[in-house]
């Protein structure tokens, strides 16, 4: 019913910069809380950004002031912008979305299928 999609991910240099998006789609009727997490090797998931559909913004401590999170709920996106990138910002991102698809059913989770970041030299 819902797909949500990431693109933007890619190879950078230390110290560059990378926008990911995240488009959702199919049978929406709204869009609660979106995010970003990501996903080293070897490592849990964790929690890189989230905003809420009135655009309350939430970071994880060490990301805040170099990642920067937002919406377009006209659009059905959210973005990621993240800055002064280093090594330890190599992992799969996903885009995640609480999405309603019926008035009549509670919301569910989503999650996009992940788009690689590589921050190397």
């Known amino acids: 019913q819902v797909e949500l999609v990431e693109s933007g991910g890619g190879l950078v240099q230390p110290g560059g910069s990378l926008r990911l998006s995240c488009a959702a789609s199919?049978?929406?009727?709204?869009?609660?809380?979106m995010g970003w997490y990501r996903q080293a090797p070897g490592k849990q998931r964790e929690l890189v950004a989230t905003i809420t559909s009135g655009g309350s913004t939430n970071y994880a401590g060490s990301l805040k002031g170099r990642f920067s999170i937002s919406r377009d709920n006209a659009k059905n996106t959210v973005d990621l912008q993240m800055n002064s990138l280093n090594a330890e910002d190599t992992a799969v991102y996903y885009c995640n979305a609480v999405v309603r698809t019926s008035w009549s059913r509670r919301a569910s989770e989503y999650w996009g299928q992940g788009t690689q970041v590589t921050v190397s030299s």
């Open positions: 199919g049978i929406i009727v709204s869009i609660g809380d």
